[in-house]
């Protein structure tokens, strides 16, 4: 029996004008945040004002990969943009956010298209 080793995490990265998107799915913790962070790092060199960090495809979020994402914002927070996170209702990683109250910190939205059309509408005064 032939065993193959599963990618438990990627992440990807989309250079919009509005902002910079960051995909993350598989399982995010100890031994994968490096891995976003090293992205997050990188990803600076765009210069989006905006931060959306899409966990809809994420099936295990902990504290460590939490710590990497709230961290990994600060360039973004340093153009006075806004940080956007996508994680749909119900499933872990909406829950850990929810018990969290880190929608005090970022911004929690259900889906990317709900993210995008956040940061594309304009307030009115």
Known sequence: MMVTEVDVFSVSVRHEAYADIV???GTLDLFTAPRLQEILLRSTSCQARHLVLDLSSLDFLDSVGIDTMITGR???GARKGRTLVVARPGTSAHKILDILALNEVV?????LEAAVQSLRTVPRR
């Open 107 to 111: 911004e929690i939205l259900p889906s």
């Open 74 to 76: 600060g360039p973004w």
């Open 23 to 25: 995909s993350a799915r």
